[in-house]
């Protein structure tokens, strides 16, 4: 049977499946009809007969079967029912258990929540959630005055909003991501920044990055990983994207490079969010939340997350960047860590013929994603040699 | 986290895609998620047979709220009883409309799940209470022996 224990798990299954078999708006209807009219059609009749006050002793009760760990706020004087979301067991379902099959499985709250307010005259006046189970919601009747409160509890005001990376809605409408494209949906964000550039050369941390194949390519922006970035280890240059590994490594040097480029000439942070991870707290590092890489490569259907299996190293996860972003590629330093001189990266020492690999990642998956990448890119995609005699 | 109002949404879903796309699409979307989501599950009944996919049902079953359900394993096949289904009692007395079909997910689902670890999958009964049975395939049946 298909119980409740798991339901998060396939709740985001289907959202894939809907979303990869009839599209985007697909989804959305599935939220508005089948979550917020039949589903949760409870919260309409309770807020349709006592307004806030309905809503907001349905929630309690969900939120005492659900077990979480949240603070609702209701002040009728001031029209304001408010959530404060700390640990979100149904996300915390996916983070726990290593699960994203879908582009954005958070937004499917908002996908329910607005359309059913709609429905009684209500809005969602503010929310935001940072995709690490942390959000906040501020609802009100629209035909109200509506004054925001100021809690000592706000999750805002938590260490852990600084996790993650933040989409916004304010009265029902969802708000850009980045200041600099109009767009609120992560792909477009990431497919605006990149219009600029016809070919990118893409540069992981071998050894051959350093040689004359690579010296040799053409290319009008250049898109590294973090350490590259932090270190300047086998590209000078000023990058136009740079992808944070699962494992950042000198953050602190990343931030200080970052914080003292002007603000026009800095690069575009990427990140994976990878859901088995630790989140990294990047606003306390000093630095602004990378947008999300995994919604575009879903869609692209370049990447599917296999809980518990090896997922590919950060310079892979930029090539397949680069094959979503339908751009021309030339791409250097992933070798596998079997370049001919030993060395797994640019300027160390020769290892051991035995590199291992560590648990998370593996040749195989490295190469199994190459290969589909390069098979389904829409754009000539030029690999280092080397690369490409490990993948022949 | 056994929230069992996420049973109106299991039947919510299901009603959806039968009257958005057709009963075709809901059959498809059952099959699959057995075959994709629950993939590791039956990976798991298939490496270690009966005893473990009975064990799975039974720890499967006690996450389940008011569930009532007998598993026995009876030769190589698995027998689950379930004279209680939890769903179908949530559904009935937070007074929701059940899809007709509603019952249908565990002979696709399951049966997809069942497949791929080399069971096929029987069901009597349903609405509430029903004889639920995974049963190996032999090599004849697959057409191999």
Redesign the interface.
């Given at each position: 049977?298909?119980?409740?224990?798991d339901?998060?798990?396939?709740?985001d299954?289907?959202f894939h499946?809907?979303r990869r078999?009839?599209g985007q708006d697909?989804v959305a209807?599935?939220w508005a009809?089948?979550?917020a009219e039949?589903?949760?059609s409870h919260y309409i009749k309770a807020g349709g007969e006592r307004g806030l006050r309905g809503l907001y002793d349905t929630w309690v009760k969900?939120g005492e079967?659900?077990?979480c760990d949240w603070t609702f706020t209701l002040d009728e004087q001031k029209n304001v029912l408010r959530m404060d979301m700390r640990v979100c067991?149904?996300k915390g379902?996916l983070l726990d258990n290593d699960r994203n099959?879908d582009e954005d499985y958070c937004d499917h709250c908002m996908g329910w929540i607005g359309p059913a307010l709609e429905s009684i005259g209500a809005e969602v006046v503010s929310h935001e959630h940072n995709h690490c189970g942390q959000c906040w919601w501020e609802m009100g009747m629209k035909d109200t005055p509506h004054q925001p409160l100021d809690l000592d509890i706000d999750i805002r005001k938590d260490h852990r909003w600084g996790s993650g990376y933040v989409e916004s809605w304010r009265h029902n409408t969802k708000l850009p991501l980045l200041e600099k494209s109009g767009s609120s949906d992560p792909c477009q964000v990431l497919i605006d920044w990149f219009a600029q550039y016809d070919r990118l050369l893409v540069l992981g941390r071998g050894p051959s990055t350093a040689d004359k194949w690579s010296a040799d390519q053409a290319h009008d922006g250049v898109v590294v990983t973090d350490p590259t970035y932090a270190t300047r280890d086998v590209f000078e240059g000023d990058p136009v994207g740079v992808m944070i590994g699962d494992k950042p490594v000198s953050l602190d040097r990343f931030a200080e490079r970052f914080n003292a480029t002007p603000p026009e000439q800095r690069p575009l942070l990427m990140h994976m969010f990878l859901p088995g991870n630790p989140m990294i707290d990047f606003v306390g590092a000093g630095l602004p939340r990378p947008v999300p890489i995994l919604p575009l490569l879903i869609r692209a259907g370049l990447y599917r997350h296999r809980?518990?299996q090896p997922y590919p190293t950060t310079g892979v996860f930029l090539l397949l960047l680069a094959v979503a972003l339908q751009k021309e590629a030339a791409v250097a330093g992933i070798d596998l860590y079997r370049h001919p001189s030993g060395s797994p990266y640019l300027g160390q020492a020769p290892g051991s013929e035995d590199f291992r690999w560590p648990d998370w990642h593996s040749q195989a998956c490295d190469t199994s994603h190459i290969r589909a990448a390069v098979g389904s890119a829409e754009k000539p995609v030029a690999l280092h040699p080397i690369l490409a005699d490990l993948l022949a | 986290?056994?929230?069992?109002?996420?049973?109106?949404?299991?039947?919510?879903?299901a009603?959806?895609?039968h009257d958005?796309?057709g009963k075709d699409?809901l059959i498809d979307?059952w099959q699959?998620?057995g075959m994709?989501?629950y993939r590791?599950r039956s990976a798991r009944w298939a490496e270690g047979g009966a005893p473990l996919l009975a064990e799975d049902w039974q720890t499967?079953?006690l996450?389940?709220?008011n569930a009532q359900v007998a598993v026995a394993v009876e030769g190589k096949s698995v027998v689950l009883d379930?004279s209680v289904?939890?769903?179908i009692k949530h559904l009935r007395d937070s007074k929701r409309e059940i899809l007709d079909c509603f019952c249908e997910?565990?002979d696709h689902?399951?049966g997809a799940m069942a497949s791929a670890a080399g069971y096929r999958f029987e069901r009597e009964g349903g609405m509430g209470s029903c004889v639920q049975r995974f049963i190996p395939i032999t090599h004849e049946a697959k057409g191999v022996g």
């Open positions: 049977m298909l119980g409740c224990q339901f998060c798990g396939y709740y299954w289907t499946y809907i078999r009839f697909a209807k599935l009809e089948a979550i039949d589903s949760q969900t079967e659900e077990q067991p149904s379902f099959a809980p518990g | 986290m056994s929230a069992p109002d996420f049973y109106f949404a299991v039947n919510a879903i009603r959806h895609i958005e796309y699409v979307y699959n998620l994709e989501y590791e499967y079953f996450n389940e709220p379930i289904c939890p769903a997910h565990c689902t399951c």
